[in-house]
């Protein structure tokens, strides 16, 4: 029997039909009027969605290409970054870095906790010479939220440091408004809270950390941010736009502004609250000490049982599709979504499946105890 697939893993996540009937429209050629005219829609939809004047790079890649991007972008041969490394994306920053022969002070953060702001100034206070703070605002592989707000507090008065944020799987999910908050750079990638498929990053730059873009000397082609802005610009892209994805993009774009963001923000912490509410009502604990995440929630697995376990046997059992740990966290935690088109039927499902799951595997749960603190969150108003 073929089961039904529920995807609840965080990234990537459900795309709505109406998101894929625009893909599915017959492919335009990247340099003609119509396609140019919807580019210059999308610029402006994007700017709304990062809550910025500034203009926002589209890139062909996963969002991994923005954060290589940054790097590249931002500094020369031998300056030194910050590294906020409290997960498996905080190393891919030290990973990209190390590439790029920056020199990397690395704050390690302990797996499950966010970073403290003043440990951030103690280091810059301490070393001068940092150019940039890479972090991320969601640690997808802990689910936990670093404050990036109060880092930017921290780095803004520095006229000689940047606050690099990965926003990957924020954006679109919970409140991140970038001019505000006066972030340097934010990236992100398509396949999370904004509702894609894989394919296209976004980078977004103040007009302080352009100014570093004019005295950077790394090597950089094809993701160069000067050509991209150039090109931007006129409505085109220097290379091959990714065209079909554009076309969701901007059907996405439309989806999100008509909403408006704090709905779904407000709808994000609701599914949020009642999934970890839920799985705290079943005996089970969330592995993010502190700022859990609105977007995601990684659980603990029970003593004795393989977090891979219960991934693999709700998939097998009910074809719902959540994530394991990584690396370190490997078998022990399990992470579900909750963010872009997740909806809260599909969370009472996967709920409920968890539950017989967990009984399956030795773990005994009242039936019902989870789905009933999930709908008592679900049914108080926003």
């Known amino acids: ?124 206070d301490a070393r001068p010479e940092i150019r940039a703070v890479f972090v991320q605002a969601n640690e997808t592989s802990t689910g936990v939220q670093h404050p990036v707000k109060q880092l930017a507090e921290v780095v803004t008065p520095r006229p000689n440091t940047v606050l690099v944020v990965d926003a990957i799987s924020a954006l679109g999910g919970y409140e991140l408004p970038m001019d505000e908050w006066q972030l340097d750079v934010v990236v992100a990638g398509s396949q999370k809270a904004m509702m894609l498929p894989p394919g296209l990053a976004f980078a977004a730059l103040s007009p302080k950390a352009w100014e570093f873009v004019k005295t950077s000397t790394l090597p950089k082609f094809y993701f160069d941010f000067s050509k991209q802005l150039k090109s931007q610009n006129k409505n085109q892209t220097p290379y091959t736009s990714a065209v079909t994805l554009v076309l969701g993009l901007q059907e996405v774009l439309a989806r999100v502004k008509n909403e408006g963001l704090e709905k779904i923000f407000a709808r994000n912490r609701k599914l949020s609250a009642a999934t970890k509410a839920a799985v705290q009502a079943m005996g089970l604990e969330l592995y993010a000490k502190d700022y859990p995440s609105v977007v995601l929630t990684a659980v603990l697995a029970p003593p004795g049982i393989d977090g891979q376990q219960v991934v693999a046997r709700l998939r097998e059992k009910y074809g719902i599709w959540i994530a394991g740990g990584q690396a370190q966290a490997k078998g022990k935690i399990f992470r579900l979504a909750h963010m872009g088109y997740i909806d809260e039927l599909e969370i009472l499902g996967t709920i409920g499946a968890l539950e017989v799951v967990l009984n399956d595997l030795g773990y005994p749960v009242a039936p019902g105890v989870g789905l009933r603190a999930a709908q008592e969150i679900l049914a108080k108003e926003a």
């Open 1 to 124: 029997m073929n089961l039904k697939r529920y995807l609840l893993t965080p990234g990537p996540t459900p795309v709505p039909p109406e998101t894929s009937l625009a893909m599915a429209q017959p492919i335009l050629h990247h340099r003609s009027p119509v396609f140019m005219e919807i580019l210059g829609q999308v610029r402006e939809g994007l700017k709304y969605l990062f809550q910025t004047e500034q203009e926002v790079l589209i890139l062909a890649s996963t969002g991994t290409g923005a954060m290589e991007g940054a790097v590249a972008n931002l500094l020369s041969l031998g300056d030194t970054a910050l590294v906020v490394d409290g997960g498996k994306f905080g190393e891919r920053w030290l990973a990209l870095c190390n590439v790029y022969g920056i020199k990397v002070d690395r704050l390690a953060v302990e797996w499950g906790r966010a970073v403290d702001p003043q440990e951030v100034a103690r280091r810059l």
